[in-house]
């Protein structure tokens, strides 16, 4: 693995002068948000953080296309792991600092002038995505409304479980549409290290990726009800998840990497729009 995985494309790679004229020709920013925490035997702790920016690369792309010109900031990889927060390789960052710290990120933004700065967020942890609506709540209190939230992982139910709607003021609105359910899944319950984030570091980071751990790992046979207890953190992620994945780790449909690329053109269509 090398460090470009993270930065390759985004600002971290340019000049100021050329994030300047970028800014001055009207482009907006993607902020890439995730954690360092364990995924398993067989994928990097940094796998939210590389998706995220994985999904934006591809958005940028994508928006390209339809004429809507994006950045990719650095992307945001301390936040609150606090399901995973007592297994090896995981940082948990007090809710406190994550938000103070997300919020100067933003602040440093708008700073470089960006009227548009979408934040895009792989990582399902409930306190850290409260978190999250919370700056973007005091951003828009603040009248920075050209802070908005892109993608928070639809298949995790995020919006729902924050008692949101997805039609609020800092929402990009963009539509769940039927080609994100049409690949084959195994059907076992899974949120973390699952087939879905596997199929997409395979695809998009091979190197990263334990092949002959990925070889033999079982599923994981648990309940709705089992995940709710993981979910309040405590005793249960160990018991219910020693290893440190929660589902079927290997895909059953080797295009499955396509949710990720499906969704990266609903949302640049979404921000096209928006423009």
């Known amino acids: 693995m090398t460090i470009g995985a993270l930065f390759t494309e985004t600002m971290a790679d340019m000049t100021a002068v050329a994030i300047e004229a970028a800014v001055k020709r009207g482009a907006g920013v993607l902020l890439p948000i995730g954690v360092m925490e364990t995924h398993g035997p067989h994928l990097p702790t940094g796998t939210d953080a590389l998706i995220a920016t994985q999904i934006c690369r591809l958005t940028k792309s994508y928006a390209a296309e339809l004429g809507r010109e994006l950045l990719i900031a650095p992307p945001y990889y301390w936040g609150i792991t606090g399901v995973l927060s007592g297994f090896v390789g995981s940082f948990n960052i007090r809710a406190e600092t994550a938000k103070q710290l997300l919020d100067d990120v933003i602040d440093s933004l708008l700073a470089n002038k960006f009227g548009d700065i979408l934040l895009v967020s792989h990582h399902g942890d409930f306190d850290h995505n409260v978190m999250i609506r919370e700056v973007l709540e005091q951003?828009?209190?603040?009248?920075?409304?050209?802070?908005?939230?892109?993608?928070?992982a639809a298949r995790w139910r995020l919006i729902k479980r924050l008692g949101l709607t997805g039609q609020e003021p800092y929402w990009v609105p963009w539509d769940f549409?039927?080609?994100l359910e049409r690949f084959k899944v195994t059907g076992i319950l899974g949120v973390h290290a699952d087939e879905y984030?596997?199929?997409?570091?395979?695809?998009?980071?091979p190197e990263t990726v334990d092949f002959d751990a990925l070889?033999?790992?079982?599923?994981?046979?648990?309940t709705m009800k089992d995940l709710e207890s993981w979910r309040a953190g405590g005793d249960a992620p160990r018991r219910l998840t020693p290893d440190g994945y929660f589902g079927a780790p290997n895909p059953v449909d080797p295009n499955l990497w396509r949710h990720f690329d499906e969704?990266?053109?609903i949302m640049a269509a979404a921000v096209a729009r928006c423009a």
């Open 197 to 205: 984030e596997t199929a997409a570091m395979v695809r998009y980071f």
């Open 177 to 179: 549409k039927p080609e």
């Open 139 to 152: 951003q828009h209190q603040q009248g920075k409304t050209g802070v908005r939230w892109l993608y928070a």
């Open 263 to 265: 969704t990266a053109r």
């Open 215 to 222: 070889e033999n790992v079982s599923p994981t046979q648990l």
